[in-house]
């Protein structure tokens, strides 16, 4: 079993529609991360978080420590949201060497 | 946007070539990363670098080498370069200098290897 499990692996969604992705973990952690791969390969940070809810914009980021468990969503999603999500964990707490989920790739239709 | 570079962009090399990938951060960082992925699959670290003079091995073994002379550089080296090398590799960085979040890592964009 790995790691940093991500649900679904991949996503296809209608332009508007409100979309979720979880990422379920099993190390022990001080912060969850969650990153945006676009096609093209670059990567961009999204969220990192120890506790409760971030939000940025259309994406809110939650995690519950005690389940082990964070999710990603967008609302009012827009094509250009499309990419592939990553959810990664320090694999050490307080460490800095993260491991990664296999991601979930999202496209979203106009 | 994060201040992290990588050269080249893409790359398509010859077996048996040596190929050095360039990465550059301007953000005082003192931890650098290199990872590996393959299309499709996730990402897996391959050398992680405390700072100036201090490089260890990551998760997956690699065949590539690193120095780190200088905080802002972290060159990646494949002495003979086979297909199996083929992939992408991405640099990060994080630190806690300045404006820049606390264990926040930061991507460059990447370079696309081909060995034919």
């Known amino acids: 079993k790995n790691e940093v499990e991500q649900s679904p692996q991949n996503l296809t ?5 409100f979309i979720t992705i979880n990422c379920s973990y099993s190390v022990g952690i001080s912060a969850l991360h969650w990153l945006q791969q676009h096609p093209g390969g670059g990567i961009v940070s999204l969220f990192m978080l120890s506790s409760g809810k971030k939000k940025h914009g259309r994406l809110i980021a939650t995690i519950n420590i005690q389940e082990k468990h964070s999710s990603l969503h967008i609302t009012a999603s827009h094509p250009r949201d499309s990419a592939v999500y990553i959810c990664a964990v320090p694999r050490i ?3 800095q060497k993260l491991v990664f989920g296999q991601g979930t790739r999202l496209t979203i239709n106009p | 946007e994060a201040d ?3 050269t080249p962009r893409y790359l398509v090399i010859g077996t048996g070539k040596k190929i050095t990938l360039e990465c550059s951060q301007t953000m005082g960082h003192d931890k ?5 992925q393959d299309p499709g699959m996730e990402l897996h670290l391959i050398h992680y670098s405390y700072g100036v ?8 073994s690699s065949e590539s080498t690193v120095s780190r002379i200088r905080t802002e550089h972290f060159p990646l080296t494949l002495e003979s370069a086979r297909p199996s090398h083929t992939s992408q590799y991405l640099c990060a960085s994080s630190g806690t200098s300045g404006r820049y979040q606390l264990y926040e890592q930061y991507f460059g964009p990447g370079t696309r290897l081909t060995v034919t």
């Open chain 2, 32 to 36: 650098m990363y290199w990872y590996q």
């Open chain 1, 93 to 95: 707490q307080g460490a």
């Open chain 2, 53 to 60: 003079n201090s490089t260890e091995k990551g998760d997956l």
């Open chain 1, 13 to 17: 969604a209608q332009e508007g529609e």
């Open chain 2, 4 to 6: 992290i570079y990588q």
